[in-house]
């Protein structure tokens, strides 16, 4: 009557969601300002400007069927074509908009990619700590998840572990940059490392390894920091792009797939790609999305809220005795458990009304998430709490 693997996936809640799930309820018994919510990855800082502006000139100008009806399964060729352009002048990278698939966000850009490029006896390495959801994607894909562990102390790319990982099996890497939970980005350096070893492991297995750049906070970073293009260094990469992030619109699904025209049998993987999309029924992208995604492409959010929120709370809770690395990009600070198990210490901020991710889903124990995208405020107030807790874990 049903699948056994669709009812195991739907009885076990992703972790993020049981929080905040738990969150809502008990906002609703001791009051909304007395929780601290830190689970979900949600946007606090509004659209910018343009999305609003753009989307009140389309609904004032536009007639129905050019604004809600269907697109071609891949999107608009208006507004791919757009996106490529932007591509270009933001990257220097040219980009075939025959080759970009308008998708729902993030998650429906990897599922359908993974979908395309992998499957039974492939292997799909994911860096820890990763997003949890790509175990759902690779193994509904039926290929096998090869967790690499980052360096322990900085969260950034470990080669040797990358290149021992790597066999005549693997089929692609997924690289997520600005990373979520650490924060970190990956270094130029470490990109052509990269680059070299999947070219060198290439040659000597005749295989292809595709990476899969998962990046929805390529906008967020902090300062001067550069993250690499990925295509610009390595020609077999599809770009799993989302404006969930970048726009703060999580919840309108939109996003695409960019397979690079350097990437061998690029057209193939783009067919197969259109071909995962139909099987999964992501079908033409929500189309008056399309067009505000065309228009805004490459703005960024309000970056000075996420960085004030950054330095608050990296700087308070070091300065009580938490240790953790300062998230360059991304709104999360990933935080060592100063309990060895950090789902204990998650139940113990409870107490204190904090509402902390423990890692062990990101495929690496012993340390905590905070999202930060709050309002300052709740940052503000949670940091007394914060502080009563580690006093509570260190006096035992
Ligand atoms: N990849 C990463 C690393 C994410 O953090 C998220 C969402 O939080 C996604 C993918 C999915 O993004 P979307 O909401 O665009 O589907």
Redesign the pocket.
């Known amino acids: 009557m049903i699948t056994e693997r669709a009812l195991a996936l739907g009885k076990k809640r992703s972790t993020i969601r049981e929080i905040f799930e738990y969150s809502m309820r008990r906002k609703r018994e001791i009051g909304e300002e007395n929780v601290f919510d830190f689970s979900l ?1 949600n946007p606090s800082v509004p659209s910018p400007q343009a999305v609003t502006d753009c989307l009140k000139e389309l609904i004032e100008n536009e007639t129905t069927v050019a604004l809600h009806g269907y697109t071609s399964a891949a999107g608009a060729m208006a507004v791919r074509e757009k996106i490529a352009k932007k591509t270009y002048n933001r990257f220097d990278f040219k980009a075939n908009p025959e080759l970009i698939y308008m998708t729902c ?3 429906a850009s ?1 599922s359908c990619t993974l979908s395309a490029i992998a499957g039974e006896k492939d292997e799909v390495l994911v860096l820890s700590p990763y ?1 949890p959801e790509y175990r759902v994607f690779i193994e509904n894909a039926g290929a096998t998840v090869v967790e690499v562990p980052t360096k322990r102390d900085t969260f950034t790319l470990d080669i040797e572990k990358i290149k021992n990982a790597t066999n005549k099996k693997t089929r692609a890497i997924i690289i ?1 940059s600005p990373c ?1 939970p650490t924060g970190v980005v990956y270094s130029e350096d470490d990109i052509i490392a990269l680059s070299d070893l999947l070219k060198e492991k290439r040659e000597q297995y005749g295989t292809h390894i595709t990476v899969i750049a ?1 990046e ?1 906070y390529r906008e967020i970073v902090y300062g001067d920091v550069f993250v690499p293009y990925i295509p610009n260094y390595y020609d077999d990469t599809v770009v799993c792009y ?1 404006y ?1 992030k970048s726009l703060s619109i ?1 919840g309108e699904r939109i ?1 695409y797939i960019m397979v690079s025209p350097q990437m061998q049998y690029a057209e193939d993987v783009f067919y197969a790609v259109c071909g995962a999309a139909r099987s999964m029924g992501y079908v033409c992208a929500p189309s008056m999305w399309q067009r505000v995604v065309a228009e805004c492409d490459g703005i960024a959010p309000n970056i000075e809220a996420y960085n004030e929120n950054r330095t608050l709370l990296y700087n308070a809770l070091t300065e009580i005795g938490f240790t953790a690395v300062k998230p360059e990009g991304a709104f999360y600070l990933f935080l060592k458990s100063p309990m060895p198990d950090a789902k204990e210490f998650c139940e113990k901020a409870k107490e204190y009304e904090l509402l902390l991710v423990p890692s062990d889903d990101f495929g690496c124990g012993g340390y905590v998430r905070i999202a930060y995208c709050v309002e300052k405020s709740v940052i503000e107030r949670a940091i007394p709490a914060f502080r009563e807790l580690y006093k509570e874990i260190k006096n035992g």
């Open positions: 990855g966000g993030a998650a990897l997003f997520n979520n998962d929805p989302s969930s999580p996003g």
